[in-house]
């Protein structure tokens, strides 16, 4: 096929019929230039999906279940040219991209969604007509498939025939003269989740917060809090459910982050209104944490099995019935908690605070104070309270002083992400990305050792129960393993550090958040 028939093939080959124009007027139009044979008519139903954060849409695919086809069908397309990228037969919709059998689909899948859930967007009702352009010998020489919606465009799509490239072309032409037919570069799923008035992508837990640098401290600091309220609340459902670990991990992240800007928006909002805040998000956290940590054990359980020596991998097994039975517990508490009065009445409270009008004449000294100027005030302190306490962990230091530094770490990119919008964009995230770096090697050294001693702690619980001893024996190799890590991650600190401490780095941090009326070397 030459370059052009490729480039057709590859764009032009997916169409919409205007309303009001019907398919049979477009086939009695195109019988007039061409013998059109209907081969097959089929009433069908398509079934979308994607995470709640829309994962599968953020990477260009779309994902729809066809409950009617013999047999059952699962899809994944390219969202804008339509063309499939992987598709299997499935009996009914897995919740998870793992609960399929392994293939291309799967595959695929995997790496847009990890650990996320497959939730419904929509169902259409549609009429799926086939039909076969044939030649004067009344061979197929092209095949086109008109789809039917009752409240949306009808679609075309032409299936090319291998070695019929004129013929292809020839229909293309005709069609690109008919005024009702349209080109059309994305599957049917944009203009019918606009139809039902869903917006894709209306919801991510990433901060993206248009702050004016003038506005005032006070007015900013409160209009950040609303969004992470925001978060908490779109996800508190999905907790309760515990459709996917991830919506109790935004909205811890959401929790966190409050509470992080409670402590550091400092003299801008009344020491008084907010004490009993801080209060309350602590205590969500605290209840939050259980439930996290065994989800996080759940989902690092593969990796825990390949780290072991094959020929004792499935003696972890009851490990993870053990984890399973012991995070549904630990979720039934958290639920109580979340449907207690003192969770829906405080939360209630806070939407309330956040909601009043501000003071004319607040009495914070840093309420009036323009936001750009708070922002750089702060993450500047921050930053450079990273650097000295960093640069005082040597070899001999205890484990604490690494937590210490993580948190102080953990404060200051939770700053420089709610006023992001305030710097040039690609200076902010470069440095953003720069402190994860850093941050990584941190909470891996935490990580690790929060786990290692977890296990030493399940395992005195499992004792208790009928576990087999190769189960222990798994385990006591694992435990070595978490011990091995977290002590490569302390080795690695001094590198990373220096590597984070280099000179560009801090230029480029006091370039951006430090006050020009009083510049010096951190």
Request: net charge positive; aromatic share 10%; with cysteine.
């Amino acid at each position: 096929m030459n370059r052009e028939a490729a480039i057709m093939n590859e764009t032009l080959l997916h169409y919409k019929l205007a309303f009001p124009a019907s398919a049979q007027q477009l086939i009695a139009k195109l019988s007039k230039k061409f013998t059109v044979r209907l081969a097959r008519r089929q009433q069908c139903r398509y079934s979308y999906y994607d995470s709640f954060d829309w994962r599968l849409y953020s990477a260009g695919c779309c994902c729809a279940f066809d409950a009617d086809s013999a047999p059952p069908t699962m899809t994944l397309s390219d969202l804008n040219t339509g063309q499939v990228i992987a598709a299997q037969t499935v009996r009914k919709v897995p919740s998870f991209a793992w609960d399929l059998e392994a293939g291309p689909l799967r595959s695929k899948l995997e790496s847009c969604l990890e650990m996320r859930a497959l939730l419904p967007l929509l169902t259409m009702q549609l009429q799926r007509s086939q039909y076969n352009i044939l030649n004067s010998d009344e061979k197929t020489v092209v095949r086109l498939v008109v789809e039917e919606y009752q409240e949306l465009d009808a679609r075309i799509t032409l299936l090319p025939v291998k070695g019929y490239d004129k013929a292809l072309q020839r229909l293309v032409d005709r069609l690109n003269k008919l005024p009702e037919v349209k080109t059309a570069r994305q599957t049917v799923l944009p203009e019918a989740l606009q139809h039902i008035g869903r917006q894709p992508l209306d919801y991510t837990s990433k901060l993206d917060l248009p702050l004016d640098p003038e506005m005032r401290a006070d007015q900013a600091c409160k209009f950040i809090f609303q969004r992470l309220l925001e978060i908490m609340e779109a996800n508190e459902a999905g907790v309760v459910a515990d459709t996917d670990s991830e919506f109790l991990h935004d909205f811890r992240v959401a929790v966190r982050r409050t509470r992080s800007g409670l402590s550091q928006f400092k003299g801008v909002l009344d020491h008084d209104s907010i004490a009993p805040y801080r209060k309350f998000f602590a205590w969500l956290g605290q209840i939050t944490s259980p439930t996290r940590d065994l989800d996080v054990y759940l989902l690092s359980f593969d990796h825990y099995k390949s780290s072991l020596p094959v020929s004792i991998r499935e003696d972890l097994n009851p490990l993870r019935d053990f984890l399973r039975s012991k995070q549904r517990n630990a979720h039934r508490t958290l639920v109580r908690h979340l449907k207690s009065a003192k969770y829906r009445d405080t939360l209630k409270q806070w939407r309330q605070y956040l909601q009043e009008p501000l003071p004319e004449a607040p009495l914070p000294a840093n309420a009036l104070l323009p936001i750009k100027e708070l922002a750089d005030r702060r993450i500047w302190k921050v930053y450079r309270q990273v650097l000295k306490d960093g640069g005082a962990i040597d070899d001999a230091s205890p484990a604490e002083d690494l937590h210490e530094l993580r948190k102080t770490c953990k404060k200051l990119r939770y700053l420089m992400e709610f006023f992001q919008n305030l710097y040039p964009r690609k200076k902010i995230r470069a440095l953003i990305k720069t402190l994860k770096g850093f941050q990584e090697v941190l909470s891996d050294f935490q990580d690790y050792q929060i786990q290692e001693q977890a296990l030493k702690q399940f395992s005195n619980e499992m004792l208790q129960a009928s576990t087999p001893a190769e189960t222990f024996l798994a385990m006591g190799v694992l435990i070595q393993d978490l011990d091995r890590r977290s002590n490569d991650a302390r080795s690695d600190f001094g590198s990373r550090f220096l590597e984070f401490n280099q000179p560009e780095n801090q230029a480029a941090f006091r370039a951006l958040f430090q006050s020009k009326a009083r510049r010096r070397t951190p």
